[in-house]
């Protein structure tokens, strides 16, 4: 059994502050977890598993036996964030990334300009892994890296990206000689402006879009164009990514 103020502070690591607090996140699922425990860069802090989990992988967690707890199904979703627990929850610590000024001006590199939706966050971390963009920049107003959501939705990409919150003007007091691009309702056509070099692409909030005083500042406003008979007022941030990183990095 777990012990009442083990599952009290596991349910804890719900909430931002507490995994501020900790400098923890959790993650559940095979494929996230089998992902994270082979991670050269992560701290692993515990592991809650089911007997039967402990025994289908138990080659992955060899050498991590001190770290293993074994609990029921009925136990793990008294702290788990899904409806239906999975068979394994880990605690690790957070990351911390640094930069490397070598790999940013010779690669494309995301700045998210207050992406709030947890969801949208995860899956941006994912089209960022699928084009090879090493760095992901998110300001201060973003949603939080270890939101479980955020998480889950990144389906293991943020172990392999360098997400790093920083301001803007962080990024382009040090990389000032870089292209900063970003879509605009009256930029110039993404499919017609041709080459792209390597830069930093601002991805904008949900709502607002790219924050005034980053818009002034960037060296190439792109349009996103709708098609003949286009009808919808905006695109998804996540979406807009997507067709953005693959034109850019295509090139």
Not at 1 to 27: A, D, H, P
């Amino acid at each position: 059994m777990i012990s009442k103020n083990k599952i009290k502070y596991l349910r804890s690591l719900k909430l931002k502050k507490f995994r501020q607090k900790y400098n923890n996140f959790t993650v559940e699922g095979d494929k996230i977890v089998l992902e994270l425990l082979q991670s050269s860069n992560v701290e692993i802090e515990t592991i809650i598993a089911t007997e039967s989990w402990q025994k289908q992988y138990f080659n992955q967690t060899l050498g991590k036996s001190s770290l293993i707890e074994t609990a029921k199904e009925v136990d793990i979703k008294k702290f788990s964030n899904f409806s239906t627990p999975s068979s394994v929850f880990v605690v690790a610590k957070q990351i911390e990334n640094s930069w490397k000024d070598n790999v940013i001006k010779n690669n494309f590199s995301l700045y998210l300009d207050g992406i709030q939706d947890p969801g949208n966050f995860g899956t941006i971390l994912r089209i960022a892994d699928w084009f090879g963009i090493p760095y992901v920049f998110c300001s201060p107003k973003c949603a939080d890296l270890y939101h479980p959501k955020v998480i889950q939705a990144s389906m293991g990409a943020f172990l392999r990206l360098n997400v790093v919150s920083t301001p803007f003007n962080a990024i382009l007091e040090r990389y000032n000689d870089l292209p900063f691009y970003g879509t605009v309702l009256d930029g110039d056509s993404i499919f017609t402006t041709h080459p792209y070099q390597n830069g930093c692409i601002v991805i904008g909030n949900e709502g607002q879009g790219i924050s005034p005083d980053i818009l002034e500042k960037l060296t190439h406003r792109l349009l996103i164009p709708k098609g003949k008979n286009g009808g919808a007022e905006s695109l998804n941030a996540a979406v807009a990514t997507g067709i953005v990183c693959a034109i850019l990095t295509g090139n």
